[in-house]
T-cell receptor, first 118, second 112 residues
Framework: GAVVSQHPSRVICKSGTSVKIECRSL??????MFWYRQFPKKSLMLMAT?????????EQGVEKDKFLINHASLTLSTLTVTSAHPEDSSFYIC??????????????FGEGSWLTVV | LAKTTQPISMDSYEGQEVNITCSHN???????ITWYQQFPSQGPRFIIQ???TKVTNEVASLFIPADRKSSTLSLPRVSLSDTAVYYC?????????????FGTGTRLLVSP
């Protein structure tokens, strides 16, 4: 099936700094990618929809100035957590839709990225 | 987006067949039903997708009744490695983007 890769898988950063997480579709082009966060033993919470070449669409309650999303190409979307605080520590997951060129209209997920803010 | 309801948890033993049912009473005409599996600290993994009747692949079967208000994921002869959270999602599959909103999922525990 289609492959979505995230990097880094784990990152630790100091409070107040920014950290970038990359999401790549390895064998298909993705005009739309999604970003989720997940707390332990909780379900995934959709944060934003990333559209190639345009601004991301954020879900209600998600600060767009804190969680910067850039979708500069058809295979790469990035999530930057700015001025990170310990409460931003979470598991971040991206996903991308494989269109007709891939494995049908199915959404595939990355491996996830653990962010720990100390 | 259609809301889904699943059991919070299920227990089974190795070798048994497990059926997880999902209710989606407000499913729309162009909605598909997709199931994902998630292990701890990993992204969800696509299991199966269907629109109506029955779909089968190498890992599972998906049964969808005629009214499509529910669906059942069937896992034949589960093993310990099938212990995971299973999510049922409903949404449109078309040429536009598909935004998936996750419900609580079903935590399956397979014991020896």
């Amino acid at each position: 099936g289609a492959v979505v890769s995230q990097h880094p898988s784990r990152v630790i950063c100091k409070s107040g700094t920014s950290v970038k997480i990359e999401c790549r579709s390895l064998d298909f082009q993705a005009t739309t990618m999604f970003w989720y966060r997940q707390f332990p033993k909780k379900s995934l919470m959709l944060m934003a929809t990333s559209n190639e070449g345009s601004k991301a669409t954020y879900e209600q309650g998600v600060e767009k100035d804190k969680f910067l999303i850039n979708h500069a190409s058809l295979t790469l979307s990035t999530l930057t957590v700015t001025s990170a605080h310990p409460e931003d520590s979470s598991f971040y997951i991206c996903s991308a839709r494989a269109g007709q060129q891939g494995s049908g209209n199915t959404i595939y997920f990355g491996e996830g990225s653990w962010l720990t803010v100390v | 987006l259609a809301k889904t309801t699943q059991p919070i948890s299920m227990d089974s033993y190795e070798g048994q067949e497990v059926n997880i049912t999902c209710s989606h009473n407000n499913i729309a005409t162009n909605d598909y039903i997709t199931w994902y599996q998630q292990f701890p600290s990993q992204g969800p993994r696509f299991i199966i997708q269907g629109y109506k009747t029955k779909v089968t692949n190498e890992v599972a079967s998906l049964f969808i009744p005629a009214d499509r208000k529910s669906s059942t994921l069937s896992l034949p002869r589960v093993s310990l490695s099938d212990t995971a959270v299973y999510y049922c999602l409903v949404g449109p599959v078309n040429t536009g983007f598909q935004k998936l909103v996750f419900g609580t999922g079903t935590r399956l525990l397979v014991s020896p």
